[in-house]
């Protein structure tokens, strides 16, 4: 109950808008006393809301530090599938980095797949491949936001992060190769490298 009124209590400072698939978004910057910042994307309907990381807006977060940004995660509903808006968040925050003159070079390790083939998408490249999961097709009538993957690469035996450290964000589900049988043959960016960092395309 503690964090969530000190999130109550956060101040948004507005970055301007943001324009996507023909909506207007109002971007509104806080950064909590634990260092980490947000950049939320809100419609006129959710700008006025007291509490924007709750309000089920698009996100993304990153950490700054003295020598430059580390983007660590983002949050796009499940209800903006298919619009490629995970691809122009990523956009819009290498173009707000370099408004301000942040130097944005690497990102934290990306343990969320899903995370992984936007960026994928966006032109970034995992600095390892040690680990490659393959994101299977949504089942018919899920609408669940934890992904499908099998696991097609482990060159080090690493221990799979799947849950956020409270456990209370599950990052994906993993299925036999058996069950995965049973998918379609994968997109070519349905395989992503996890728990790495990524570069963006300079």
Not at 17 to 44: E, I, N, P
Not at 73 to 83: C, E, I, Q
Not at 106 to 118: D, E, G
Not at 158 to 163: A, G, Q, R, V
């Amino acid at each position: 109950m503690a964090g969530e009124s000190r999130r109550l209590r956060d101040t948004y400072t507005k970055r301007g808008t943001f324009r996507h698939a023909g909506v207007v978004y109002h971007v509104f910057q806080s950064t909590w006393s634990d260092g980490r910042s947000f950049l939320y994307f809100a419609t006129k309907n959710n700008a006025g809301k007291s509490n924007l990381h709750t309000a089920g807006v698009p996100r993304i977060s990153f950490h700054i530090h003295p020598d430059g940004v580390v983007l660590t995660g983002m949050l796009v509903p499940s209800r903006y599938g298919g619009t490629s808006m995970g691809e122009a968040l990523v956009q819009y925050f290498r173009d707000f980095t370099r408004r301000h003159g942040l130097s944005f070079d690497v990102t934290a390790h990306i343990n969320k797949p899903t995370i992984a083939r936007t960026l994928v998408r966006s032109g970034f490249t995992p600095v390892s491949d040690n680990l490659q999961v393959e994101i299977l097709p949504r089942p018919k009538g899920d609408d669940s936001r934890v992904p499908r993957v099998q696991v097609v690469k482990n060159a080090q035996q690493s221990k799979l992060i799947t849950h956020s450290p409270d456990k209370t964000n599950q990052f994906y589900t993993v299925v036999s190769p058996v069950v995965a049988k049973r998918y379609p043959i994968p997109a070519p960016d349905s395989i992503v490298s996890i728990q790495t960092r990524y570069v963006p395309p300079r």
